[in-house]
């Protein structure tokens, strides 16, 4: 099983949808959630860390289950400049405390 | 705003050659990483580095790979004998502290080219 598991996409959707991204990973050791955003040949960029308790940033939101081990992101009134690659990221005690382990990204193309 | 240099942001080498990718990470930063992404796959971790040495490493950090902290400020990773398989986008990246919990800043990447 993959430690971090999402799906590739890409998901196409119009300009002001609202759209969700699912992630899951698989040890439940894994203590730090983050989402990353990835453009076409650059570096990851953080979008932001998710908390327990859920988090918002703007028109994104961001829900960590650590039950069923499940993330997930959702981008309200979607723009042209969403369009990018999301990276589901852990981090934490026996994924290895001082790294990050990435998903494959769910690449989204948002059209006018 | 402080940001992580690498260069260069491309070489091609041959296989066989070692090559020396180098990074200027955040100069308050304490913990440095190297990870590598071949193209259309997932960004993968090869090393985490603090203190002046290695703190972690994954399966594919093997003999042919080294880092270096050579002076205060750049922070080096070296592949011996390149292999076909080396073509990646390598990125830099540092942490203020360690990887939870904090935000991981990369470099632009540099693309290797092994022919």
């Known amino acids: 099983r993959k430690e971090v598991e999402q799906d590739p996409g890409p998901f196409n959707v119009p300009e002001g949808a609202t759209v969700a991204f699912n992630c899951t990973y698989s040890n439940s050791a894994s203590q730090s959630f983050f989402w990353y955003r990835q453009d076409c040949r650059k570096e990851p960029k953080l979008l932001m860390s998710?908390?327990?308790s859920g988090n918002e940033d703007g028109r994104f939101t961001a829900q960590l289950n650590r039950a069923s081990q499940y993330i997930s992101l959702l981008i309200r009134d979607s723009k042209l400049s969403d369009s990018a690659t999301y990276l589901c990221?852990?981090?934490?005690?026996?994924?290895?405390?001082?790294?990050?382990?990435f998903g494959t990204g769910t690449r989204l193309l948002v059209s006018p | 705003e402080p940001e992580v240099t690498q260069t260069p942001s491309h070489q091609v080498t041959q296989m066989g050659q070692e090559v020396i990718l180098r990074c200027v990470p955040i100069s308050n930063h304490l913990y440095f990483y190297w990870y590598r992404q071949i193209l259309g796959q997932k960004v993968e971790f090869l090393v985490s580095f603090y203190n002046n040495e290695i703190s972690e490493k994954s399966e594919i950090f093997d003999d042919q790979f080294s880092v270096e902290r050579p002076d205060g400020s750049n922070f080096t990773l070296k592949i011996r004998s390149t292999k076909l398989e080396d073509s990646a986008m390598y990125f830099c990246?540092?942490?203020?502290?360690?990887?939870?919990?904090?935000?991981?800043?990369f470099g632009q990447g540099t693309r290797l080219t092994v022919v």
């Open positions: 990246a540092s942490t203020e502290v360690g990887a939870m919990n904090t935000e991981a800043f």
């Open positions: 998710v908390y327990s």
């Open positions: 990221v852990v981090s934490g005690r026996d994924t290895g405390f001082q790294k990050l382990v």
